[in-house]
Every structure is written in C-alpha cells, then in structure tokens.
C-alpha cells in the first residue's frame, strides 16, 4: 500500500506540473499541539486515578518541503514532511511520556478565497518511523494507527516569499486496545492497557517561499 500511496503522489505531481500555469516551492517548519491518547489501569491499579489516565499535549515540531500547483483560484499542494509529536500521561506517582515520530506526506486540494487567504484539505500518509513509551516494557512495539490515512483541513496567508499555516490533523484509524507492562521504575503502575494510542494534532506553520508566482518568476511549464 505504501508503494501505490507514493506513487500516486509522484503521478498527481508530475500531471499538475504538467499541464499547470503557476508552480512554487518551499519550505515550511513549526510546532504541533497533539491531543489523545488514553491508558487504562488493570485491575483498579492503585497509579490511577479513576483507573484512567489521559494524555496532555505536550508542543512537537515539524519540518519539511512544499510543492504547489495553481489552477486559477484553485491549487494542488503536495507536502514532505516530518514530525515530532508528545504527549505526557500523568500517573499519582509517576508520568510517561508518549513520544511519536513520522513521515508525513500530505496532499491538499485548496482554493483562494481572497486575495492572500486559501484554504484547503487533503489526506496525508502518515509513515510511523518510532513510538515510544516511558518505562513501558512490553515486547510488541506501540501501534499509533492502524491505517496509513490521515486527514487534514486548513487555512494558509501569504505575503510574498512568507506565510502562515494554520491546520487541524485527523487521525482515520479505529482505536486498538495494546496491552502495556511497566518497568521497575514504575512499581505503582505495573500492567495497564494503551486503550486509545490515536493522536489528533493543531498544526502551526511558517511557510517559506524559494521559487513562483509574486516573486519575478513567474514558471510556465510544458510536457513534452
């Protein structure tokens, strides 16, 4: 599946850029604020309270590159990037933070509502590179989703070479109940289970613009 979602990626790329008048490029960073995550205590544990403990977004960043292709009022804009996301759950005695990192390739479909303001919305495949948990000691890794498929939906400004990115990041997938063993570190805690490991996200970007469109160099291009 992996393979067919970037290839997909490449073809709608190359088809834009082909029969497209306008094309720019960057590069874009800023900060994450996740939310979810929800672990549940076996067994009335004692580290819970309520025998539930949810996460608390800690600020994750991330980096990449852009690619758009305007079709008058209308643009296709596929994205490179990556993320660093975490949460931090809180036990009576301890906390654990919930630590993400991914490969994020998102493709949006947007329109200019008015003069610099867009807005627009896509998928994104998501690649797991790590997920970690404090102290937890279970032999099967973290699974964050179990779908590739994210959604995204947003609002972006642009003055010349610079703009701000202002989104919403929906996880697809359905919620896995794993089941969780902390180590000796975590005495109080023990088994538990990670009932809802889904991460949902605020996303804040700066956009930087290196080549298109309001910056001398208007770029036609051509198949041949």
Same mark, same amino acid.
Not at 13 to 21: L, N
Not at 22 to 30: D, N, Q, T, V
Not at 63 to 84: A, H, M, W
Not at 198 to 210: E, S
């Given at each position: ?117 867009? /807005? ?6 998501s690649n797991i590179l790590d997920a970690t948990l404090e102290g937890e000691e279970f032999l099967n890794p973290i699974v964050v989703q179990d779908t590739p498929i994210n959604a995204q939906a947003g609002v972006k400004v642009e003055f010349g070479r610079f703009g701000l990115d202002l989104r919403y990041e929906r996880s697809l997938s359905s919620a896995e109940v794993q089941r969780l ?21 605020? /996303? ?5 613009? /290196? ?14």
């Amino acid at each position: 599946m992996k393979k067919y979602l970037l290839g997909l990626f490449f073809i709608l790329t190359t088809v834009s850029i082909c029969f497209s008048q306008e094309l720019s490029y960057g590069l874009k960073a800023g900060v994450n604020h996740p939310m979810g995550g929800e672990i549940v205590g076996l067994q009335n544990n004692y580290a819970f309270q309520k025998n539930t403990s949810e996460a608390e977004g800690n600020l994750g960043f991330h980096g990449g590159i852009f690619l758009q292709v305007d079709f008058g009022k209308f643009f296709v804009r596929p994205e490179v990037v990556y993320t660093s996301i975490d949460t931090e759950f809180t036990f009576i005695e301890e906390t654990s933070i919930y630590s993400v990192q991914k490969f994020d390739i998102p493709l949006l479909v947007g329109y200019n509502i008015w003069g610099p303001i867009d /807005i627009y919305a896509g998928p994104v495949y998501s690649n797991i590179l790590d997920a970690t948990l404090e102290g937890e000691e279970f032999l099967n890794p973290i699974v964050v989703q179990d779908t590739p498929i994210n959604a995204q939906a947003g609002v972006k400004v642009e003055f010349g070479r610079f703009g701000l990115d202002l989104r919403y990041e929906r996880s697809l997938s359905s919620a896995e109940v794993q089941r969780l063993d902390f180590g000796e570190g975590y005495n109080e805690i023990n088994e538990a289970e990670f009932t809802d490991s889904r991460l949902n996200q605020i /996303i804040v970007g700066v956009i930087f613009k /290196i080549g298109g469109p309001g910056l001398n160099e208007r770029r036609r291009r051509a198949c041949y």
